[in-house]
């Protein structure tokens, strides 16, 4: 991830603990955001509970273009 520049973004339709495990290994001031499903008791499919959890395809875009509105212009 050191070679690439941007934000990072971590979905999993787990618990978010899962992807920030993985923030020690970041390049420092490195933007990471994680997504979870930090929540029981739903029942339904899918594709309808990662929705409600906001780890959906449509939410990790969302938060790609959030991220990326607030990085600081490239010096490149």
């Given at each position: 991830?050191?070679?690439?520049?941007?934000?990072?973004i971590?979905?999993?339709d787990?618990?978010?603990?899962?992807?920030?495990?993985?923030?020690?290994?970041?390049?420092?001031?490195?933007?990471?955001?994680?997504?979870?499903?930090?929540?029981?008791?739903?029942?339904?499919?899918?594709?309808?509970?990662?929705?409600?959890?906001g780890?959906?395809?449509?939410?990790?875009?969302?938060?790609?273009?959030?991220?990326?509105?607030?990085?600081?212009?490239?010096?490149?």
């Amino acid at each position: 991830l050191a070679a690439c520049a941007g934000p990072v973004i971590a979905a999993t339709d787990y618990v978010r603990a899962v992807p920030e495990s993985v923030r020690a290994w970041l390049p420092e001031g490195r933007r990471y955001l994680t997504l979870g499903t930090d929540g029981f008791g739903r029942s339904d499919t899918r594709a309808a509970l990662r929705a409600c959890f906001g780890v959906d395809a449509a939410a990790i875009e969302r938060a790609a273009r959030r991220q990326a509105a607030v990085m600081p212009p490239s010096t490149e």
